[in-house]
């Protein structure tokens, strides 16, 4: 059982920063695969990025170049960093974790937080 709780949204304008935290309940170190998903209005849910337990990373096309995700097993938090934020970038983002067979941005994940709202302003 892993409790996921984000934190870290809030609205900017374009062109601008945030920082997503989110808290594990357990040890991240041997968890497989974390990562941050959103949910914009009347769309699906995209995978945003995610990092593997070694390290490995993947991230959706949209947002290469422009967010890093990273994770600190020390203190059971993953992170993800969102620069030169768009309109088109408003979402609730979700933090996930899970063991997949496969850690990639599609891959289904068993335990998800309750999100963070980030909105983003032209």
């Known amino acids: 059982q892993v409790q996921l709780v984000e934190s870290g949204g809030g609205s900017v304008q374009t062109g601008g920063s945030l920082t997503l935290s989110c808290a594990a309940s357990?040890?991240?170190?041997?968890?497989?695969?974390m990562g941050w998903f959103r949910q914009a209005p009347g769309k699906e849910r995209e995978g945003v990025a995610v990092?593997?337990?070694?390290?490995?990373?993947s991230y959706a096309d949209s947002v290469k170049g422009r967010f890093t995700i990273s994770k600190d097993n020390a203190k059971n938090s993953l992170y993800l960093q969102m620069n030169s934020l768009k309109p088109e970038d408003t979402a609730m983002y979700y933090c996930?974790?899970?063991?997949?067979?496969?850690?990639?941005?599609?891959?289904?994940?068993?335990?998800w937080g309750q999100g963070t709202q980030v909105t983003v302003s032209s």
């Open positions: 357990r040890s991240t170190y041997n968890i497989d695969c």
């Open positions: 990092i593997a337990s070694h390290g490995k990373t």
């Open positions: 996930a974790a899970g063991w997949p067979l496969y850690c990639y941005t599609g891959a289904q994940f068993r335990y």
